[in-house]
């Protein structure tokens, strides 16, 4: 069982910066991949970075060079650093991760873009 705990959310202006962490329990962590995705009001949900074990890193290509994530596997934590927001990046942000065919979320947390 994995549960996910997601902070660091809220409202910045256009242009700020947030940085996001996903708190993970269980065991493994450093094993397995953590996933951030978004959903917008209205919207899917829709996938934005990846970290897979070894640290390599995938983007959704609308936030490559904006968006930085990052693992710190002695604390079983994932971040989302998120640079020059804009607007259109209000969202709920979670955290996924998978243990076979199971999928676990976060909660989420809200992002607002707004000035």
């Known amino acids: 069982q994995v549960q996910l705990v997601e902070s660091g959310g809220g409202l910045v202006q256009p242009g700020g910066s947030l940085r996001l962490s996903c708190a993970a329990s269980g065991s493994g962590f450093s094993l397995y991949t953590m996933d951030w995705y978004r959903q917008a009001p209205g919207k899917q949900r829709e996938w934005v970075a990846s970290?897979?074990?070894?640290?390599?890193?995938f983007y959704e290509n609308s936030v490559k060079g904006l968006f930085t994530i990052s693992r710190d596997n002695a604390n079983n934590t994932v971040y989302l650093q998120m640079n020059r927001l804009e607007p259109e990046e209000t969202a709920v942000y979670y955290c996924k991760t998978s243990r076979g065919i199971q999928n676990y979320w976060g909660q989420g947390t809200q992002v607002t873009v707004s000035s």
């Open positions: 970290i897979n074990s070894g640290g390599t890193t």
